[in-house]
């Protein structure tokens, strides 16, 4: 079985963001960057249904600035095989991105695409879904549990009411939740190792994909902040309070 | 403006988080339509039919809608699209689930979570843990989103009289099929719907533990909730998580105890009315969003808190 991963390059999650001054998007000079949290999981996922004999190989793929090729070497250093970025300077919105991994789907042939359920930074949640549709394939969307048998995979989902198992067809895809698997830490030498595993570098025209954004930030601004109230000395005085002060006792 | 509301159901019982949903339609049009999907769901429809402000409610009855399969329900949602400018869904897993399915089959984008309509095609929305706010125009002709809950105040379950009318049921995809469920059993609010919710964190030190806040959370009438932390580490299961990726809440009461305050918790509680915080670091984050913070260790806090309602309740 051949397993294709989506890895995306996002603000580390310890940063906290600003917005610009001016409002037209946050502040990205000089932050942080890592691979989205959900995608390291989807790379564990990969790597390890590969050291169960369950997978040949594994093709990791970015989408982005060039500098999305040092996301892609740490899933190389991780465990993929191969690495392929789609190279482009433009915003690329989800139906986008959802497009150019079809098409980089249908050039690679795998069965199982795996992808993080949402990048923590736009916190859209949409691409595995719309990359599942656009090839017609069967979802299992916010997994905890891959199961792998033969032609189909089980995937066990984390839903509002608690857990839910379906069985795909394959080839399938399949979106990462936080209890799928906790990543490991990338060792030095499978970094040295993971700078010489082959990496492409296509660009959006070579895929003819159509990449413009539907969506046009007019602008972005901070939320209100909450201020810090008073600290209270005893649970009395503080059920006293949600009682007669706060009124919701 | 003809608006389609894809319904939250458990084939038994609409739930609330469609009426958030419609709320939602009803700030950018009022030709609203509500879709269920599902199987044997004729009180569904029978109930979406009372709901406040819906005009007409659109009813596709088959045993593979019965678990609410992103693959099928996607494909009935294109087959009934024409005509609507917008298509909405709560963003619960369910809606989250199925609608970029639907987005993508029309080759339109998705707004994920909006929380304020400005107008028929801008809308705002919550980024980066919502630590800021995107304020976004649509060019697609059809406007698809999922509508976060906490920011629509629910309209009326009951007052409207729409029309049923049954669509026709595409057929079956074929590639996915539904296994089985585990659900957590609880006779206590759920935590989208609740107006007093008491979250654990890794302060809590194992799932024995939370014992301590459900005796609290049965005395208020409340839901129970935890951070990520505590639900990696297995103290109670993943539909108890409340932040970033997991539920959006925004009670009137909200107790986070043993909680240090990560962004990625506050996004999803920090628009709660009333925040109290139980930590005995006084450094803790969560002092800062805390509208009344304790010091203390929640070991003895929690069960004196439990004593001290006892009290009210008396008094």
Redesign the interface.
């Given at each position: 079985m051949k397993i294709l991963v989506a890895v995306k390059r996002v603000?580390d999650?310890n940063v906290?963001?600003?917005?610009k001054a001016d409002g037209t998007g946050?502040e990205t000079a000089n932050v942080k960057m890592s691979m989205n949290p959900?995608d390291e999981i989807a790379v564990e996922e990969a790597v390890r249904l590969q050291e169960a004999g369950k997978a040949k190989e594994i093709v990791a793929v970015s989408l982005g600035v060039a500098a999305c090729q040092d996301t892609l070497r740490t899933a190389l250093a991780m465990g993929a095989d191969r690495g392929v970025l789609v190279e482009t300077d433009v915003e690329l919105?989800?139906?986008a991105v959802?497009k150019l991994l079809k098409a980089v789907v249908e050039k690679e042939k795998p069965d199982l695409v795996i992808l993080g359920?949402?990048a923590?930074?736009?916190?859209?949640?949409?691409?595995?879904?719309?990359?599942?549709?656009?090839l017609?394939?069967?979802?299992g969307?916010?997994a905890?549990k891959v199961e792998v048998g033969a032609g189909t995979v089980?995937v066990t989902?984390?839903?509002?009411?608690?857990?839910?198992?379906?069985?795909?067809?394959l080839p399938?895809l399949v979106t990462t939740?936080?209890?799928l698997n906790e990543p490991r830490f990338v060792k030095l030498p499978n970094i040295m190792k993971a700078k010489k595993k082959p990496l492409d570098v296509l660009k959006p025209a070579d895929l003819g994909v159509d990449i413009a954004p539907?969506?046009?930030?007019?602008?972005?601004?901070?939320?209100p902040k909450?201020q810090?109230?008073?600290?209270?000395?005893?649970?009395?005085t503080?059920?006293d309070?949600?009682?007669k002060e706060?009124h919701?006792? | 403006m003809s608006i389609l509301v894809i319904a939250e159901h458990d084939n038994a019982a609409l739930k609330a988080a469609t009426l958030n949903t419609v709320a939602a339609a009803s700030r950018i049009g009022d030709d609203i339509a509500v879709l269920v999907a599902g199987h044997n769901c004729g009180a569904v429809a029978q109930a979406a039919a009372q709901v406040a402000g819906v005009k007409k409610v659109l009813v596709a009855d088959a045993p593979h809608y019965a678990?609410q399969?992103?693959?099928n329900v996607?494909a009935l949602v294109v087959s009934v699209a024409g005509g609507y400018s917008h298509i909405l869904a709560p963003a619960?897993?369910?809606g989250?689930?199925?609608?970029?399915?639907?987005?993508?089959?029309l080759?339109?984008?998705?707004?994920?979570?909006v929380i304020k309509v400005e107008s028929p095609d801008?809308f705002v929305r919550?980024?980066?843990?919502?630590?800021?706010?995107?304020?976004?125009?649509?060019?697609?002709k059809v406007k698809v989103m999922t509508v976060r809950g906490t920011a629509f105040p629910a309209v009326a379950a009951t007052g409207g009289s729409a029309s049923v009318e049954a669509v026709a049921v595409a057929a079956d995809?074929g590639?996915?099929?539904?296994?089985?469920?585990?659900?957590?059993k609880s006779d206590r609010p759920?935590l989208?719907a609740a107006k007093?919710i008491i979250s654990g964190g890794r302060g809590m030190g194992n799932g024995e533990n939370f014992k301590l806040l459900e005796d609290v959370a049965d005395k208020?009438g409340a839901a129970v909730g935890a951070s990520?932390a505590a639900?990696?580490a297995g103290f109670v299961?993943?539909?108890y998580q409340v932040g970033?990726?997991g539920?959006v809440v925004a009670p009137?009461?909200y107790v986070a105890v043993g909680i240090s305050g990560a962004?990625?918790h506050l996004a999803g509680m920090?628009d709660s009315?009333?925040?109290?915080a139980i930590n005995k670091d006084?450094e803790a984050p969560i002092?800062?969003?805390?509208?009344?913070?304790?010091?203390?260790d929640l070991f003895t806090?929690v069960p004196?808190?439990s004593k001290?309602?006892d009290k009210?309740k008396a008094a």
């Open positions: 603000v999650y906290k963001v600003r917005a946050v959900f919105q989800p139906l959802a359920k949402q923590i930074d736009d916190d859209f949640n949409q691409t595995g879904q719309m990359l599942a549709a656009l017609g394939w069967p979802q969307t916010f905890s089980n989902r984390e839903i509002d009411g608690g857990l839910e198992t379906v069985a795909l067809k399938a939740d936080l209890r539907r969506l046009v930030t007019l602008s972005v601004q901070e939320p909450r810090a109230g008073i600290k209270v000395d005893s649970v009395a503080l059920v309070k949600l009682h706060a919701v006792l | 678990n399969l992103a693959e996607a619960t897993a369910a989250k689930n199925t609608l970029p399915r639907v987005a993508a089959l080759d339109v984008a998705q707004l994920s979570d801008t919550p980024i980066y843990a919502g630590n800021v706010l995107a304020t976004v125009q649509s060019s697609d995809a590639v996915s099929s539904f296994v089985g469920q585990q659900l957590t759920e989208t007093i208020l990520r639900v990696d299961p993943n539909d970033q990726t539920k009137a009461l962004i990625q920090k009315k009333v925040i109290v006084e002092f800062q969003v805390a509208d009344y913070g304790l010091v203390a806090a004196e808190m001290e309602l009210l």
